[in-house]
């Protein structure tokens, strides 16, 4: 399957965005889907996820309280909204299928925050 991230850019210190990730196939089959970053130097981290069934969520601690996680079976797309970004928010975001043992990632999209 193919995942493909949107709507990264340039926003000051405060702003927000939304960012999107397409699938090429149904996700529905995917119990777990989430979003990684990684920035210049440093290891890519998964720091969102979201199950299928019951929606539950969880979120690293840099961005818990600012990011939020949703997914649209229907449209086959999983959507992050960023809140109140910071300069250390500064990275390239994935989206991904999160298995047991494994991630399989997508395409990713810049974000650059600004300060």
């Known amino acids: 399957v193919q995942l493909q991230a949107s709507g990264g850019g340039l926003v ?22 989430g979003w990684g970053r990684q920035a210049p130097g440093n290891e890519r981290l998964l720091i969102a996820t979201i199950t299928n069934r019951n929606y539950t969520d969880y979120y690293d601690d840099g961005v818990k309280g600012r990011f939020t996680i949703s997914r649209d079976n229907a449209k086959n797309t999983v959507f992050l909204q960023m809140n109140n970004l910071k300069p250390e928010d500064t990275a390239v975001y994935y989206c991904a299928i999160v298995r047991i043992g494994s991630t399989s990632w997508g395409r990713g999209t810049q974000v650059t925050v600004s300060s």
Do not use: H, P, W, Y
Request: charged fraction near 20%; aromatic fraction near 4%; hydrophobic fraction near 35%.
């Open 12 to 33: 000051q210190t405060g702003g927000s965005l939304r960012l999107s990730c397409a699938a090429s196939e149904n996700i529905d089959r995917f119990n777990v889907m």
